[in-house]
């Protein structure tokens, strides 16, 4: 079956602009996670869903970010007013439902660069 | 908070070397524990998984084992093929929501 799908692969903006990046999640799947992936650095938490509600945004690094996922299937990272220092690779994982047990199974990232 | 820490890279074996990779973290509570790999290329997917103290998850040759009372979850394989170059990571959930806790990665580098 289809895995998690992103889009677009590569994004590259301008600073200040605004940009948005999307996740397919596996269908059926009701939990949805977004990360963020500096250069050689693991992956860091940003918010997850729970159906259409988001369940922990604690990783929002600020204001200027902002995700959503209105019919619990596509979620949308949405970044306002970009910076350089958003540069990095977005990753998207969904899995069955939430909780540590279930595996999540991740995208193949958007890379955003801002310059 | 809770954080995971990783042996830093890169590592280089020759082909059949025995592999450890070092893992420790803090935590509170009991998280579940896991080891996931980026093939060059790919997207991370999970290698192996350990949800209780004392517990062994293994696949595909590798192994780890949860252990408590040293927060630790080493990764090991006894032979490793140039096919497992790739950067694992070592990670840890809470039951709770799930959300994953990444250490910064280890890169492998197998050598024929």
């Known amino acids: 079956g289809a895995g998690v799908s992103q889009t677009p692969s590569n994004k590259v903006t301008e600073k200040g602009k605004y940009v948005e990046l999307r996740c397919d999640p596996i269908?059926?799947?009701?939990?949805l996670y977004w990360y963020r992936q500096s250069l050689g650095q693991g992956p860091e938490f940003l918010i997850y869903f729970q159906g259409t509600g988001a369940a922990d945004d604690s990783g929002l690094p600020n204001d200027r970010f902002f995700a959503v996922r209105p019919e619990g299937s596509v979620s949308t990272l949405k970044i306002q007013r970009t910076e350089r220092g958003d540069s990095a690779v977005y990753l998207c994982a969904s899995s069955v439902t939430t909780g540590g047990f279930h595996e999540q199974y991740f995208g193949p990232g958007t890379r955003l660069t801002v310059t | 908070g809770d954080s995971v820490t990783q042996m830093e890279g890169p590592v280089t074996l020759s082909e059949e070397a025995f592999l450890t990779i070092n893992c420790t973290y803090t935590a509170t509570g009991y998280p579940s524990l896991f080891w996931y790999v980026q093939y060059p290329g790919e997207g991370l997917q999970l290698l192996l998984k350990a949800t209780k103290a004392d517990d062994k998850g293994s696949n595909k040759g590798f192994e780890a084992t949860y252990r408590k009372e040293t927060t630790s979850f080493h990764l090991e394989k006894g032979s490793v093929q140039v096919s497992d170059s790739a950067v694992y990571f070592c990670a840890l959930s809470h039951n709770q929501g799930g959300k994953l806790i990444f250490g910064q990665g280890t890169e492998l580098s197998v050598k024929p």
């Open positions: 269908s059926g799947h009701t939990a």
